[in-house]
């Protein structure tokens, strides 16, 4: 089980490769990299592997003892948490650019932690990093490893560090991860400064991440595993998204790109609107998008404490988000406050029924009944002077629910009436704001060769 790894804290100061060395240890990009410092904020976790060693590993933000207040603060908080939850902690230092007063300062903070340390010293290929490494030893924690994060170098040595320092983990049975049950995934998405790292931070009753009132705090998209009414849950908080035309800067195009991929790994979607601005454009797209994506969506309408004439109020944003995204007609509607606590209790109830209801199978027999009544009521219109015959629906998967309909001219089906299948369907089934994937096959006609036996030949 995950929670058995060993935890592998990787700390130090601003811009020494520490997202570098997540990312390589993790196996894939998860951690954004850019030159430019203090690009990490949150701290962030994720599976690694080192050789065989399988490691729960903690990307932080970069230790700066220069602000005491303001978002530099919490970032150095979360750090901090992450040395205190960790097991063993890689501190990491920039061996071309040599010691500075805060390695020296860390270095300190670290003896104080109590806990194993093992000294990277990164860039240290070619002779550039040489001196850097030498100076490492000044610190006290031991020899340095020199490593380079961004081409593999000093992984072997790396590896027999941690081995020393923690031993040889017991290989587990296998059976143990397939008796795991997978955790629902759900990713909170919306525009900058929606309320999204608020919302969790209180849902899961601790300040997992970073808040404050400047839009775009959020870079990354994090993580937070979670466990709620004894179901194992992971909450993945996103940077907040404007429209394409106004990203310009190239981190803001990489956290974007982030958080489209954390929409794409998610089951369940949570929109997080604004009261005071609802449904703008920029949320229409959002929900769209992750509608598209094939993600349950629902609709979480923050701030709700600042409205005056609340019914009257979730009636309107009703129809006009069924009237602006009719194929979403039916998705939750929840209206919450996070600083108040308020409507957070149907949060989970709701999205677990929606992800339920995305991972729905439907046995063919009741398929076919339902669907001998719905062309009973309004038959496919004809082609050529030939009506279009459905012969059989069947459904093919689930997550999201896709179906397969064998029928005559299938190719010549309109759309309309794909819809109106569709919305059958969702109605019939109970499946409200589901997206459905409604897929239209010609069954083989026998006779088609007949008239062309040279073909038919051709193809035996």
Not at 407 to 420: D, I, N, T, V
Request: charge should be positive; include cysteine.
């Amino acid at each position: 089980m995950t929670e058995n790894l060993p935890r592998i804290a990787v700390v130090g100061r601003p811009n020494v490769g520490k997202s570098t060395l997540f990312n390589r240890l993790a196996g894939k990009p998860l951690a954004i990299v850019d030159d430019r410092p203090g690009v990490t904020r949150d701290r962030r976790e994720a599976r690694g592997r080192l050789g065989e060693l399988e490691l729960m590993l903690i990307d932080t933000a970069g230790y700066d003892d220069a602000e005491r207040e303001g978002l530099e603060a919490e970032m150095r908080a979360q750090t901090e948490m992450a040395i205190e939850e960790a097991d063993l902690c890689l501190f990491m230092i920039d061996a071309r650019s040599g010691l500075t007063p805060l390695d020296q300062t860390f270095a300190d903070e670290m003896r104080k932690s109590g806990k194993p340390v093992i000294l990277l010293a990164n860039k240290a290929e070619g002779r550039a990093g040489e001196s850097g490494l030498l100076e490492a030893y000044s610190l006290g924690l031991g020899e340095p490893i020199g490593l380079s994060a961004a081409h593999g170098d000093g992984m072997g040595d790396l590896y027999q560090a941690v081995v020393e320092a923690l031993g040889r983990p017991k290989r587990r049975r296998k059976k143990d991860d397939a008796e795991e049950e997978p955790p629902l995934r759900i990713a909170v998405i919306g525009r900058p400064n929606a309320g999204k790292s608020t919302l969790i931070n209180t849902l899961i009753g601790e300040d997992r991440l970073i808040t404050g009132p400047e839009a775009g705090i959020t870079r990354d998209a994090i993580s937070v595993d979670w466990i709620w009414d004894g179901r194992r849950v992971r909450l993945h908080d996103t940077a907040g998204l404007r429209k394409r035309g106004k990203v310009k800067d190239r981190l803001e195009r990489m956290s974007a790109a982030d958080t489209l991929r954390a929409i794409k790994f998610a089951e369940v979607v949570l929109l997080l609107v604004d009261a005071e601005h609802p449904l703008e454009k920029q949320d229409l797209h959002l929900a769209d998008m992750a509608y598209k994506e094939g993600r349950a969506v629902a609709l979480a309408i923050s701030k709700f404490d600042l409205v005056k004439n609340r019914t009257a109020y979730l009636k309107e944003i009703q129809l006009e988000f069924e009237r602006l995204l009719p194929q979403m007609t039916g998705a939750p509607l929840l209206p919450i406050s996070a600083l108040k606590k308020k409507g957070l209790e149907d949060i989970m109830p709701a999205l677990t029924k929606l992800h339920a209801d995305w991972d729905a199978k439907i046995k063919t027999r009741d398929l076919n009944d339902w669907l001998q009544e719905m062309i009973e009521r309004h038959p496919p219109p004809s082609v050529a002077g030939r009506r279009i015959k459905p012969r059989y629906l069947t459904q093919t998967k689930g997550r999201p629910p896709t179906f397969v309909l064998m029928c005559s001219r299938g190719y010549a089906l309109p759309e309309s009436y794909k819809r109106y299948l569709v919305n059958g369907i969702r109605e019939a089934f109970e499946m409200p704001g589901i997206p459905i994937r409604l897929i239209v096959k010609s069954g083989k006609n026998p006779y088609a060769d007949r008239k062309n036996p040279d073909a038919r030949t051709k193809r035996t």
